[in-house]
C-alpha cells in the first residue's frame, strides 16, 4: 500500500543512522529512574512471591508519585522509537517491516532470557504486543491508527487497567505522534507541552486524591488508578519538556540522557544489581521503608549514570542496544566513536 507507506517514511538520502532527538533520550532516562523505584521490592523479592511494584509497607507518597506512572512513558516511548525505525528502515532497505519484526523477535529473546531471572520482565510484553498489534498497524493509515489507540487506551481504563490492552493502545499512540510529525517538533515549543501539562494536571488532581482518600470498590479504584497514573505519566513528560526549554536543559541532559541512550542495558543490569543488594540487605523487600528503597535507587541510578557517562564518550551505543541493533539489520554496525 504505496500510499500508507508514505505517511510513514522520509527516506534519507544516504543509509546513516537517523539523528537522536534528545529530548527523548531525556525523557527516557527520566522514566527509567522511576520504573527502578518502582521495580526495587519486586526485584529484591526474587525466588518470592512475584509482585508487581510498591506496596503498602512502603509510605503512600511514595508509591503515589511513581506505581502507574513510569511504564506509561516507556510504553509510548516505544511506540515512537518503533515507528522512526520504521521511518528510518523505509529509507534504508525495500522491506522495512521485515527489518521491524526481526528487530521484535530479538526483543522477545532478550526479554524471555531476562524472564528466567525476573520474572516482572515486560519486554516480553512489550516484543508480543509489538508484533500483535504495533506491526500489522504499519498498514493502516495515520487516523485509523490514531482512533484505534484512543479506543484501546479508553477500552483498557473501563476495563480496570488492563495491561496489554493499554500498552497497545500507548504503543499506537506514541507512532501516531511520529505519523503525525509530532516528534519531530516536540523541541521547538515551550507553550503547547505547558498548556497540555496545566490541563493534565487539573484533570488528574481529582483523581489522584479519589485515590488517597475515596472508599472505592476494586473494580472502581483500578480505573482511577490507571486514570491517574496515565495522566500524571503524561504531566511528567510536559514537565520535562518545558524545563527543556529552560537553563535547566543542560543539567536535565547531563543526568538524564545517558541513562536514556543505555535505557535497555540499564534497565536489565538493575535486575541483576537489585538482586545482589537484596541479597546482601536480606528480610522482606517490602517491608523496606520508602527512604531506603530511595537509597537503593540512588545507589544503583549513580553506578549506572557513571558507567553509561564514560561508555558513551568512547561507544556510540550501549552493549545490549547495539547487539541489538546488529540483529535487527543482520550486519554489524561502527560501536567506536571515530
Not at 110 to 124: A, E, M, R
Request: one cysteine or more; charged letters at 10%; glycine letters at 10%.
Amino acid at each position: 500500500m504505496p500510499a500508507n507507506t508514505s505517511q510513514i517514511a522520509s527516506p534519507p538520502t544516504t543509509p546513516t543512522a537517523r539523528a537522536r532527538i534528545d529530548a527523548l533520550d531525556v525523557v527516557r532516562g527520566f522514566a527509567l529512574c522511576g520504573i527502578l523505584v518502582v521495580n526495587i521490592p519486586p526485584i529484591a523479592s526474587i525466588g518470592g512471591p512475584v509482585t508487581t511494584g510498591l506496596s503498602g509497607s512502603s509510605e503512600d507518597w511514595l508509591g503515589l508519585l511513581t506505581v502507574h506512572r513510569f511504564f506509561p512513558i516507556f510504553s509510548l516511548l516505544f511506540g515512537i522509537g518503533f515507528a522512526l525505525q520504521m521511518r528510518s528502515a523505509a529509507g534504508r532497505v525495500p522491506r522495512p517491516r521485515l527489518v521491524l519484526a526481526r528487530r521484535l523477535l530479538v526483543l522477545l529473546g532478550i526479554g524471555v532470557l531476562h524472564f528466567l531471572v525476573w520474572p516482572g520482565d515486560i519486554l516480553t510484553t512489550y516484543a508480543v504486543v509489538g508484533l500483535a498489534v504495533l506491526l500489522p498497524a504499519t498498514w493502516l493509515p495515520r487516523w485509523a491508527g490514531a482512533g484505534l489507540a484512543a479506543a484501546l487506551i479508553a477500552t483498557s481504563l473501563v476495563l480496570g487497567g488492563d495491561r496489554l490492552v493499554l500498552v497497545a493502545g500507548l504503543f499506537l499512540l506514541g507512532a501516531a505522534l511520529v505519523r503525525y510529525g509530532v516528534v519531530d517538533r516536540i523541541e521547538r515549543s515551550t507553550r503547547v507541552p505547558l498548556v497540555l501539562g496545566l490541563v493534565l494536571t487539573a484533570v488528574a488532581a481529582p483523581l489522584v486524591w479519589a485515590q488517597v482518600d475515596a472508599d472505592l470498590g476494586d473494580v472502581l479504584f483500578g480505573r482511577v488508578v490507571n486514570a491517574a497514573g496515565l495522566l500524571l505519566a503524561g504531566v511528567y513528560i510536559c514537565a520535562v519538556l518545558v524545563l527543556l526549554r529552560t537553563p535547566l536543559r543542560t543539567v536535565l541532559h547531563t543526568a538524564f540522557a545517558p541513562l536514556g541512550r543505555m535505557a535497555l542495558t540499564n534497565y536489565l543490569t538493575a535486575t541483576l544489581l537489585v538482586g545482589a543488594i537484596g541479597l546482601a540487605i536480606g528480610g522482606s523487600p517490602h517491608d523496606w521503608p520508602a527512604a531506603q528503597v530511595l537509597l537503593i535507587a540512588a545507589a544503583v541510578l549513580i553506578v549506572q549514570w557513571l558507567w553509561s557517562t564514560l561508555w558513551l564518550r568512547r561507544f556510540r551505543f550501549g552493549p545490549v542496544e547495539w547487539l541489538w541493533r546488529w540483529a535487527t539489520w543482520a550486519r554489524r554496525p561502527a560501536l567506536r566513536r571515530s
